[in-house]
């Protein structure tokens, strides 16, 4: 079994509640941790035996370009991607975070972190 770990992808995109969020947009930050056996690549060096990490980037990509309100739901809206393109995957779990939210001061920024765990 691995943990594989694509961090730090960074989108610009408008998510949030706010109209002029949507119109202006912010940077995001993604990170996505996938659990899968990887034997047969591990043994073979063949991509096919594995997940093909820049399909899962664009997937990501992809769903960080569909404007939502809520972080959960982009969040949500990614592993149920991933999960779909990839069913041996065992485990997944995603951190979206908006960077410099208009919260009314000063803030790095704001997460929701998903997991399948105890989905079924």
């Not at 961090?7 to 993604?30: D, L, N």
């Not at 063949?46 to 959960?72: H, P, R």
């Amino acid at each position: 079994m691995a943990l594989i770990a694509l961090e730090g992808m960074e989108f610009f995109a408008y998510h949030g509640c706010f109209s002029e969020e949507q119109i202006i947009g912010t940077r995001f930050e993604v990170d996505l941790y996938l659990e899968a056996a990887t034997q047969e690549a591990e043994e073979s060096d063949v991509l096919s035996k594995t997940i093909n990490y820049q399909e899962v980037y664009l997937l990501v990509k992809e769903q960080m370009a569909i404007k939502s309100k809520l972080l959960e739901h982009v969040g949500r809206r990614i592993l149920n991607g991933v999960m779909k393109s990839y069913p041996e995957i065992e485990f997944a779990e995603v951190k979206v975070a908006k960077m410099n939210p208009p919260l009314g001061g000063k803030l790095g920024s704001v997460s929701v972190t998903l997991s399948t765990e105890g989905d079924d």
